[in-house]
């Protein structure tokens, strides 16, 4: 029994991958023949190849396709009677399909030179030969008689002019190079559709031929009882195994992420820690630098201003009694304290600072100070 079933699996595998050749074989076929169109649009005995060689091919867009391309080829080769033969075999056989639309009539037509897309043309008279004169009695409006008498034209009615023309020796008719519809068949549009259906043929045939070959080659593996798996063939055994180690790695990946944002974490926690303690650092010297001013005022020990100045000098660039670095009002005040006093007039804000000979009054601007937060030029001032 088991002989049997392998048998007729292998039956099977056999007939589809002959089918798959086949196939294959067609696709290889019309790239070829799109190759050779590419380099010769009008390698006629291509052309007339390609209906027998839609004949071999299973899906019927690529087949239409062949057939579009056979007409489209016949009418860019001047063959009008067999495109419109391949046209008329299209829409009756396979009157659903989109390939229909490439002949809808104007999509390839261009204005007629001829007539400017009018339809008529203006040409020389066909009775007066462009004269604009009555033939009849050749422009005088009388005709002699035998015996000298004169009659009246009967054909101009004695007014001397062409009766078809008016006498302007020109008239209008149908245009015979486009047949009075205005427009005529452009080569070049119809070039450039044909050659991109081409394009698109060739494009289509070598993307189905190579999903036959790996459908092909699926079969063929999974005939020896292989299976797919992350692109690669192998047994159900080899498969398990690899699951398996994937798995593996998984939660190795995970716990090392894990691991990884523990640590991270961690260090956010001390930083944070860290850049608590440093706050109360600064906050401790700055509370200790302004109980040790309010002192100095209370006791009457206040610095000189001199002594003042030289402190800020000391922790600040000073040039000619001004800041010229990027001091913030935080940062100098952590270093020298709070203003005694304060007063703003205008653009300018004033700090006083006491001392025990005097004040030591700071200009600043005020643009600067509330906007930017930066002392920088700020000038000191005895006073």
């Given at each position: 029994?088991?002989?049997?079933l392998?048998?007729?699996?292998?039956?099977?595998?056999?007939?589809?991958?002959a089918?798959?050749?086949?196939?294959v074989?067609?696709l290889?076929?019309i790239?070829?023949?799109?190759?050779?169109?590419?380099?010769?649009p009008?390698?006629?005995?291509?052309l007339k190849?390609?209906?027998?060689?839609s004949?071999?091919?299973d899906?019927?867009?690529?087949?239409?396709?062949?057939?579009?391309?056979?007409?489209?080829?016949?009418?860019y080769?001047g063959?009008?009677?067999?495109?419109?033969?391949g046209?008329?075999?299209?829409?009756?056989?396979?009157?659903?399909?989109?390939?229909?639309?490439?002949?809808?009539?104007?999509?390839?037509?261009?204005?007629?030179?001829?007539?400017?897309?009018?339809?008529?043309?203006?040409?020389?008279?066909?009775?007066?030969?462009?004269?604009?004169?009555?033939?009849?009695?050749?422009?005088?409006?009388?005709?002699?008689?035998i015996?000298g008498?004169?009659?009246?034209?009967?054909?101009?009615?004695g007014?001397?002019?062409?009766?078809?023309?008016?006498?302007?020796?020109?008239?209008?008719?149908?245009?015979?190079?486009?047949?009075?519809?205005?427009?005529?068949?452009?080569?070049?549009?119809m070039?450039?559709?044909?050659?991109?259906l081409?394009q698109?043929?060739m494009?289509?045939?070598?993307?189905q031929?190579?999903?036959?070959?790996?459908?092909a080659?699926?079969?063929?593996?999974?005939?020896?009882?292989?299976?797919?798996?992350?692109?690669?063939?192998?047994?159900?055994?080899?498969?398990?195994?690899?699951?398996?180690?994937?798995t593996?790695?998984?939660?190795?990946?995970?716990?090392?992420?894990e691991l990884?944002?523990v640590v991270?974490?961690?260090?956010?926690?001390?930083?944070?820690?860290?850049?608590?303690?440093?706050?109360?650092?600064?906050?401790?010297?700055?509370?200790?630098?302004?109980?040790?001013?309010?002192?100095?005022?209370?006791s009457?020990?206040?610095?000189?201003?001199?002594?003042?100045?030289?402190?800020?000098?000391a922790?600040?660039?000073?040039?000619?009694?001004?800041i010229?670095?990027?001091?913030?009002?935080d940062?100098?005040?952590?270093?020298?304290?709070?203003?005694?006093?304060?007063?703003t007039?205008?653009?300018?804000?004033?700090?006083?600072?006491?001392?025990?000979?005097g004040?030591?009054?700071m200009?600043?601007?005020?643009?600067?100070?509330?906007?930017?937060?930066?002392?920088?030029g700020?000038?000191?001032?005895?006073?």
């Amino acid at each position: 029994m088991k002989h049997l079933l392998l048998v007729t699996i292998l039956f099977c595998v056999t007939s589809a991958l002959a089918d798959n050749m086949e196939a294959v074989s067609s696709l290889q076929a019309i790239q070829r023949s799109c190759a050779q169109l590419l380099n010769s649009p009008v390698n006629t005995a291509v052309l007339k190849g390609l209906p027998k060689l839609s004949k071999t091919i299973d899906d019927e867009d690529m087949k239409v396709t062949v057939l579009a391309i056979y007409a489209m080829g016949m009418f860019y080769a001047g063959n009008d009677q067999a495109a419109n033969k391949g046209v008329s075999y299209i829409q009756k056989t396979y009157p659903a399909s989109p390939r229909i639309s490439l002949f809808g009539g104007m999509e390839y037509q261009t204005k007629c030179p001829k007539c400017h897309g009018s339809g008529i043309v203006d040409v020389p008279c066909s009775r007066c030969s462009g004269r604009g004169k009555c033939a009849g009695c050749n422009g005088t409006g009388k005709i002699k008689r035998i015996g000298g008498s004169y009659d009246t034209c009967t054909l101009c009615r004695g007014s001397g002019q062409c009766p078809t023309c008016n006498g302007s020796g020109r008239q209008t008719r149908r245009c015979r190079h486009c047949g009075g519809t205005g427009t005529i068949m452009s080569r070049k549009l119809m070039k450039d559709a044909y050659l991109q259906l081409v394009q698109e043929a060739m494009a289509s045939a070598a993307m189905q031929e190579q999903a036959i070959t790996k459908r092909a080659y699926a079969t063929k593996q999974a005939a020896k009882g292989l299976v797919e798996f992350e692109g690669r063939w192998m047994t159900r055994d080899e498969k398990q195994r690899e699951l398996t180690a994937q798995t593996a790695r998984f939660k190795a990946q995970q716990t090392e992420a894990e691991l990884k944002l523990v640590v991270e974490r961690r260090k956010e926690a001390e930083a944070q820690v860290n850049l608590l303690a440093e706050k109360k650092k600064e906050e401790d010297r700055h509370a200790k630098a302004e109980a040790q001013r309010v002192e100095m005022k209370r006791s009457g020990k206040l610095p000189t201003k001199e002594q003042w100045k030289q402190k800020v000098a000391a922790n600040f660039s000073v040039s000619v009694n001004q800041i010229s670095d990027m001091v913030s009002p935080d940062d100098f005040k952590k270093e020298m304290g709070d203003p005694d006093r304060t007063q703003t007039l205008g653009d300018r804000t004033y700090w006083y600072y006491f001392c025990s000979d005097g004040q030591i009054q700071m200009d600043i601007n005020s643009v600067t100070l509330i906007m930017y937060e930066i002392m920088s030029g700020a000038r000191i001032n005895d006073y």
